[in-house]
């Protein structure tokens, strides 16, 4: 279904993030997780893109498995970084073929696997390329995705700040140039503190941004994780309520995983109450702390499960 649909039915989506995994035995420890998961009826899924080559069928089998396996609706994530423009048609063409309905359009991550890559060799030099790209994209089979309109489309926002832009308020043209191309979403970097979010959803506003904003949400589970975490997300910021909570966890492993959840119930509680489109789950592949968040945010509340 296209994301306009799904995000245009009224009430905020849920919505789960996956990495393809790189070995069977990854591969059947995430359809565990999927299984459990899939019992949630998100109202979409994305899989992340690997920046640099290595990983890219990956993310193209995943999504198909999905689509051919789950009732769940994936949403490939696809970058810039590395490619040509024959390259993106061949992976949209396989997609469109696979019958995926969304792309998330992204610059990317520059590949840790390749130092000193020059980005001038990319025919897509910023994310705001790609979407226009993917807007006007027909495949060769003449079938077009959701009819007659495309592929629709998400792209990355940064309720802290966008890590390689200083200048907030060129941020923010270069996010409405995004929309402008033709993207039809926007999905959050992570971030801890709501204030943030809220912030951002106003300056969008203010910039003629109209389209739906999901937020990112990603609990923290260990201290080892947030570290991870802080090192991926470049810059994002975490408050000192959450730094205090888990201090006062210690070294036991099981009370700062459910103070991590906790921290992220809270926030989604508060999410929901200030009118969020939508919150996506970054899952890190597991189920556990979405299915804890969920039930306590009442969301499981009848079901069987
Ligand atoms: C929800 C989400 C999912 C993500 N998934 C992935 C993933 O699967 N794989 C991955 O590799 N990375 C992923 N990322 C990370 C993301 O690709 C990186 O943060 C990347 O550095 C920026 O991507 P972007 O889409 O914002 O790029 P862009 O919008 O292209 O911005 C990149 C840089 O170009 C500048 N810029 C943008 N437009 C212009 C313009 N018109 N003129 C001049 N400069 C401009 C921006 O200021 C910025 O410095 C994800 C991020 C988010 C928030």
Known sequence: MH?????????????????????????????????ELEELSPAFVSVTYGAGGGTRELTHDLVVRLKT???????????????????IAEILEKFAAAGVSNILALGGDPPRSMPG????????????????????????????????????IGVAGFPEGHPATPNRLQEM?????????????ICTQLFFDNYDFYDFRDRCRLAGIDVPIIAGIMPVTSTTGMRRMAELSGGSRFPAKLLRALDR????????????????????????DQDVDGLHFYTLNRSDATRQIYRSLGLLAGADI
Do not use: M, W
């Open 3 to 35: 994301i306009s649909e799904i995000l245009g039915q009224g009430n905020p989506t849920f919505s789960f993030e996956f990495f393809p995994p790189a070995n069977p035995e990854a591969a059947d420890r995430l359809f565990e997780t999927i299984r």
């Open 69 to 87: 396996t789950t009732t769940l609706d994936p949403i490939p994530h696809l970058t810039c970084v590395c490619h040509s423009e024959a390259e």
């Open 117 to 152: 890559y020059d980005r001038a060799n990319d025919a897509f030099q910023h994310a705001s390329d790609l979407v226009g790209f993917v807007r006007n994209f027909a495949p060769q089979s003449g079938k077009k995705p959701n009819g007659d309109r495309g592929f629709g």
């Open 173 to 185: 043209d270069y996010l409405k140039e995004k929309i402008d191309a033709g993207a039809d979403y």
């Open 249 to 272: 966890g210690g070294d036991d492993a099981e009370a700062l995983k459910q103070i991590g959840i906790h921290y992220a119930t809270e926030q989604c509680a508060g999410l929901l």
